[in-house]
């Protein structure tokens, strides 16, 4: 079964406005994080922003936020007043057990084409 | 800025030859991992590492090993390259960058490989 699962191969979005990347997961572990991060064109893996499954509140980085809805599994990413820069891949990962030594499950990604 | 080099960052090589990818970080970080790439997939952990010499299997681990004598390098080998592992290459590693107590993942800028 596939443990992280990004329903949206692609999307678009005008400058300026909102965009939400979906993100759902699965797994029985009571401690995980969640996590995305953004693959330009030039392809190298950025981090962008991380959720701990006992994090009360959702994480915020710039015009980054997490949707975390733990009954759900779903773990959305939003980007606020999108820019042309934000073109890219967006991946979204989990980790299961401790913190330190996570090994990463990814999704299989979502471009996101902004357009002007 | 995570420290994390990879090289070479391109390679060429024909079916059956032997090939070295090298994984180097500068924070003396313990926790490092090679992922692999390819369409239509995320990232999928092929090896990782908790510390010198200490090393276990990935998600799809076959046909790859490791090794890690220093704790700045992390090197993955094919032993016997075969067209199926055409793919690009990510190392990471683990570190708490962000501010906060969790880790998150730093993905060096990956090495582009092809089996001919």
């Known amino acids: 079964a596939q443990k992280i699962t990004q329903t949206q191969p692609g999307m678009f979005v005008q400058e300026k406005e909102a965009v939400t990347l979906d993100c759902t997961y699965d797994t029985s572990d009571p401690s995980y994080g969640l996590f995305w991060y953004k693959q330009p064109s030039s392809g190298e893996m950025i981090f962008l922003i991380y959720q701990g499954s006992y994090d009360q509140q959702n994480a915020t980085e710039g015009r980054y936020s997490l949707n975390f809805q733990k009954a759900r599994k779903s773990a959305n990413l939003v980007i606020s007043a999108s820019q042309l820069g934000d073109s890219a891949m967006y991946f979204c990962a989990m980790r299961e057990g401790p913190s330190n030594t996570g090994k990463l499950i990814f999704g299989q990604g979502t471009t996101l084409q902004v357009k002007p | 800025d995570a420290g994390i080099t990879q090289s070479p960052r391109h390679k060429v090589t024909e079916t059956g030859t032997p090939v070295t990818l090298r994984c180097h970080q500068t924070e003396n970080h313990r926790y490092m991992y090679w992922y692999r790439q390819d369409p239509g997939h995320g990232l999928r952990l092929i090896h990782y590492s908790y510390g010198v010499k200490d090393t276990d299997k990935g998600e799809v681990s076959d046909g790859y090993s490791v090794s890690r004598s220093k704790t700045e390098d992390f090197l993955l080998t094919l032993e016997s390259a075969t067209s199926s592992q055409t793919s690009v290459y990510f190392c990471?590693?683990?570190?708490?960058?962000?501010?906060?107590?969790?880790?998150?993942?730093?993905f060096g800028p990956g090495t582009r490989l092809t089996v001919t």
């Open positions: 990471a590693i683990s570190a708490s960058l962000a501010g906060g107590w969790a880790y998150e993942q730093y």
